[in-house]
């Protein structure tokens, strides 16, 4: 009968956002791309939580399974390399920049590669600054156990007559490209 028949719906895991990604272990330690750097391949770290922009990561959906994690900072996506480390990288929409998320309650996720079906880990469960994030097999661990902390921020330019030419290209990559305030 109709009263036995139900229907399934996908629905996304992670809202898309900003959010500042933290270990479970340690919520002082936050995922950082080393340095703030704004290269192709800077390794992807823990280090102190601080309000700096290269520890905020854009999360968007492709589907209702995968995700891209953009470094806000750099507009570069958290890229598995051919060793299974994590790094940035310009986005070439590749299965190693895609990314799952499988909730294990309480607001903790791990957090799959499509290309390699290997988790975020925390190089050793280590907890001290610099320490390598990397991608490895399931093994239940909480160095594969993060919560996602959502920023409300929004972070902007304001433009008048006075500041000239204005390169829009240079402002996108900034911490303030979320919007300009324009006075004519």
């Given at each position: 009968?109709?009263?036995?028949?139900?229907?399934?719906?996908?629905?996304?895991?992670?809202?898309?956002g900003n959010y500042q990604i933290v270990m479970?272990?340690?919520?002082?330690?936050?995922?950082?791309?080393?340095?703030?750097?704004?290269?192709?391949?800077?390794?992807?770290?823990?280090?102190?939580?601080?309000?700096?922009?290269?520890?905020?990561?854009?999360?968007?959906?492709?589907?209702?399974?995968?995700?891209?994690?953009?470094?806000?900072?750099?507009?570069?996506?958290?890229?598995?390399?051919?060793?299974?480390?994590?790094?940035?990288?310009?986005?070439?929409?590749?299965?190693?920049?895609?990314?799952?998320?499988?909730?294990?309650?309480?607001?903790?996720?791990?957090?799959?590669?499509?290309?390699?079906?290997?988790?975020?880990?925390?190089?050793?469960?280590?907890?001290?600054?610099?320490?390598?994030?990397?991608?490895?097999?399931?093994?239940?661990?909480?160095?594969?156990?993060?919560?996602?902390?959502?920023?409300n921020e929004k972070n902007g330019i304001d433009v008048s007559f006075y500041q000239n030419a204005?390169?829009?290209?240079?402002?996108?990559?900034?911490?303030?490209?979320?919007?300009?305030?324009?006075?004519?």
């Amino acid at each position: 009968t109709k009263a036995q028949k139900f229907k399934f719906n996908k629905i996304k895991m992670v809202d898309n956002g900003n959010y500042q990604i933290v270990m479970r272990q340690n919520n002082n330690k936050a995922l950082d791309i080393s340095g703030g750097s704004y290269d192709d391949n800077a390794n992807l770290q823990i280090w102190d939580k601080v309000n700096v922009s290269q520890q905020i990561f854009n999360i968007r959906a492709i589907d209702n399974t995968y995700y891209k994690i953009i470094a806000k900072h750099s507009k570069k996506v958290l890229t598995v390399d051919s060793k299974n480390n994590v790094v940035q990288a310009t986005d070439k929409n590749t299965d190693n920049q895609k990314w799952s998320f499988e909730s294990l309650g309480n607001g903790y996720y791990r957090i799959k590669s499509k290309s390699n079906g290997l988790y975020l880990d925390v190089l050793n469960n280590g907890t001290k600054n610099g320490t390598n994030v990397q991608t490895y097999k399931a093994n239940g661990a909480v160095a594969q156990q993060f919560k996602l902390n959502k920023i409300n921020e929004k972070n902007g330019i304001d433009v008048s007559f006075y500041q000239n030419a204005i390169n829009w290209m240079n402002v996108s990559r900034t911490a303030y490209s979320d919007f300009a305030m324009i006075r004519a």
